[in-house]
T-cell receptor
C-alpha cells in the first residue's frame, strides 16, 4: 500500500488567501484525522472522521478552518482566509484499529 | 484531565546507553498508551504500545514500563544507537479501536556516536 498521501507537500501563500490541503487515506481505513504540528503547541488534533462523518471538531481553531470528507478515499482541510499564525505542518492520519498511520505532512507557510 | 505530560523536552545520550522518557496522565479512563517516533521531515509512526492490564511490554531494544497506580508510563531504549535520534511522543486514548489520541509534548532524543 502507498500509505497516507498528502498534497501539496509544501505550500507558501500570502495572508488572506484560501488554502486547501488534501489527503488520501489508506484503503480500508475508516477513521481519518487531521493534525497540526508547531514548535510552540506540539501535535494538535484538529478534527477526525469515522466513515466520512465528522466525529469531533473541537480542535478546529476557528471558523476560518473547515474540513470535509466527501468519500472514503479523500479529505480536505481548508483555511479561508489564511493568516501567518496558521504556518505549521499539517498531518493527515488514518486508521482501522488502534494504530494511526500518518502521512508525510504539508508544510504551510503564510506570509 | 485530558493532558499527557511528557519529560524531558530534550535528551542527549551516548551511544550504547539507556534512553528514558517519562509520561504522566490524569484520566484513569485512558486504556491505550502508544509511543510514536518521528524523524525530521516525516510523520510520526507507531513504535510500541501498551494497555493497562500489563506492567511492561518489550519489543527488541524498546520497553514500555507502566505504573497504573501512579498513572505514569515510560519508554526505555536500551543500547541506544545514532539511528534512534528522533522525536518521541507518548500518547493516551479512551476506548478501543481508533479514537481520539492525546499526545504528549514530545522529547527530542539525540544519540552521540
Amino acid at each position: 500500500d502507498a500509505g497516507v498521501i498528502q498534497s501539496p507537500r509544501h505550500e507558501v501563500t500570502e495572508m488572506g488567501q484560501e488554502v486547501t490541503l488534501r489527503c488520501k487515506p489508506i484503503s480500508g481505513h475508516d477513521y481519518l484525522f487531521w493534525y497540526r504540528q508547531t514548535m510552540m503547541r506540539g501535535l494538535e488534533l484538529l478534527i477526525y472522521f469515522n466513515n466520512n462523518v465528522p466525529i469531533d471538531d473541537s480542535g478546529m481553531p476557528e471558523d476560518r478552518f473547515s474540513a470535509k470528507m466527501p468519500n472514503a478515499s479523500f479529505s480536505t482541510l481548508k483555511i479561508q482566509p489564511s493568516e501567518p499564525r496558521d504556518s505549521a505542518v499539517y498531518f493527515c492520519a488514518s486508521s482501522r484499529t488502534d494504530e494511526q498511520y500518518f502521512g508525510p505532512g504539508t508544510r504551510l507557510t503564510v506570509t | 484531565q485530558q493532558q499527557v505530560k511528557q519529560s524531558p523536552q530534550s535528551l542527549i545520550v551516548q551511544k550504547g546507553g539507556i534512553s528514558i522518557i517519562n509520561c504522566a496522565y490524569e484520566n484513569t479512563a485512558f486504556d491505550y498508551f502508544p509511543w510514536y517516533q518521528q524523524f525530521p521531515g516525516k510523520g510520526p509512526a507507531l513504535l510500541i504500545a501498551i494497555r493497562p492490564d500489563v506492567s511492561e511490554k518489550k519489543e527488541g531494544r524498546f520497553t514500555i514500563s507502566f505504573n497504573k497506580s501512579a498513572k505514569q508510563f515510560s519508554l526505555h531504549i536500551m543500547d541506544s544507537q545514532p539511528g534512534d535520534s528522533a522525536t518521541y511522543f507518548c500518547a493516551a486514548s479512551l476506548g478501543s479501536s481508533a479514537s481520539k489520541i492525546i499526545f504528549g509534548s514530545g522529547t527530542r532524543l539525540s544519540i552521540r556516536p
